[in-house]
């Protein structure tokens, strides 16, 4: 070690451990252990969703970013914990959709990221849910600009703007002569090319802005009261208990629509909507977020107790429209993981749900004391789940 030292010290040899080459070995290793335990974490999570963007680098070469996002979920501690990681740079020789969704599916199988498991996927920069209002606004703002009036305005603007520039604020015509466009058919409109400077910069300039801005944010607008009408009525639990049952059913049976693939499926409508009743009428005035209701299942060891609630939430705080940090465009949810659940038609119980366990853990979860709201007794809960065993004819087979 003395010899190897004293050769990098008198510099008669460039090989060390400070060399560039060690470095961005050091450098990659790390970056593969952290890129292992992102993964790990993400396929423990079940569910996830892709945020991509590309962009070309100081070669000009194109590149696609790759940015994965789950939900962490540590019940014993009762922490959860939405989780947005970069996971690299991805070259791209095309930027087609057909190439790009090649690719994609390509990185997620390198990284052994089952697309069963993908429920949202966003690909531009947007906006989360709360920003319903002000994409109004913003609407609205190109809309009440694109008019002769408003035109004139900005130009008065402009000319204050070049003369402290110290520039003449005037229309330079175009000198090139413009070229007569030949007719193919007679039923071809005569278009006139436009030739005033003034009414070429207002029409093929200020108005064709104001049009692609007006387009994109009224097309983003759309996807976000889509995705509204989907799972809004997830954003308050507790403000179920102010809505009839016909109308939650309604919610949750659109839900399960949007969740399912086929036969696979994620959630049960009829099972969601007793859960969510059940969870609803327990929820103290400060727990308000998807995030609060998912640390109250957590902490009071309802995971396993409401699945379709637990799932609902999950799936909703794993797509890239929910508030995390940066926020995403409004993502396409999928469906594929299967969940064995009985249909609503054959509803057997007075509750509509088909399955006594159900039946008893729903039950469980509404226990009062002199018209007062108690957390669930696990003696209590296990009681009723006992009984509804034994009640049950598959079970006692099995037996």
Known sequence: MSEHLRKVRNEETH??????????????ILANASKEEILKNACAAEYFSIILDSTPDVSHVEQMTVIIRFVQVDEDNAVIAVREHFLGYVPLQETTGAFMAETILEEL??????????????????????????LECTRMFPEERRGDTEFEKVLVDASELANDLEIDPVFVADSVRLRKKKRQFDYEGKDKPVQNAKVNLKVNFYFAVLDVAINSVLERLQQLQQMKSVFGFLYDVKSINGITNTQLMEHCTKLKKALRDGESKDIDATDLCHELQAVARRLQPDTVTPLDVLKFLCEQGLVHSVPNTFVALHILLTLPVTEKGSAHCIPQALSRAPVQDSTEENCLNNDGSTDPLHVAIVNALDMHEDG???????????????????????????R
């Not at 990284?111 to 709360?130: E, F, H, T």
Request: negative net charge.
């Open 15 to 28: 090989v060390h451990y400070l060399g560039i080459n060690i470095q961005n070995e050091v450098i990659d």
């Open 109 to 134: 199988k390198k990284m052994d990221l089952c697309i069963d498991n993908l429920r949202g996927q966003g690909y531009d920069n947007g906006s989360n849910m709360k920003a319903l209002k002000q």
């Open 372 to 398: 007062v709201l108690l957390t669930p007794l696990k003696d209590k809960t296990l009681e009723k789940v006992h009984v509804a065993a034994e009640q049950d004819a598959e079970y006692n087979s099995l």
